[in-house]
């Protein structure tokens, strides 16, 4: 079985620093385009981070570039997104995606809440 498992998340205050993990079982994620993504409560879910499979490349919402950076660790097959200088308009909970659109598969991790709050 494919899982991804997102793991990191909490309440924290503004300003403050976060890192969220995605962890990868039954798959490489090196053969996978990896996006986070957030959903905030009432809203729709949202792209916040991509890195792409093919060359590493990276894409940022501008809602948090220069804030968030994701990267990758093929030793420990898994995806982290470092947050920093969150804002309570950060909060939301947070989901993993990979995608591989050669094979047309994609899996979503379940979830890691992040609330930033004074």
């Known amino acids: 079985d494919v899982q991804l498992q997102a793991s990191g998340g909490g309440l924290v205050q503004p300003g403050d620093s976060l890192s969220l993990s995605c962890a990868a079982s039954?798959?490489?994620?090196?053969?996978?385009?990896i996006g986070w993504f957030r959903q905030a409560p009432g809203k729709e879910r949202e792209g916040v981070s991509y890195?792409?499979?093919?060359?590493?490349?990276?894409w940022y919402s501008s809602s948090v570039r220069g804030r968030f950076t994701v990267s990758t660790d093929s030793a420990k097959n898994t995806v982290s997104l470092q947050m920093n200088s969150l804002k309570p308009e950060d909060t939301a909970v947070y989901y993993c995606?990979?995608?591989?659109?050669?094979?047309?598969?994609?899996?979503w991790g379940q979830g890691t809440l992040v609330t930033v709050s004074s």
């Open positions: 995606y990979a995608r591989n659109a050669d094979r047309g598969s994609n899996y």
């Open positions: 039954g798959l490489i994620l090196d053969d996978y385009a």
């Open positions: 890195v792409a499979s093919s060359d590493g490349r990276t």
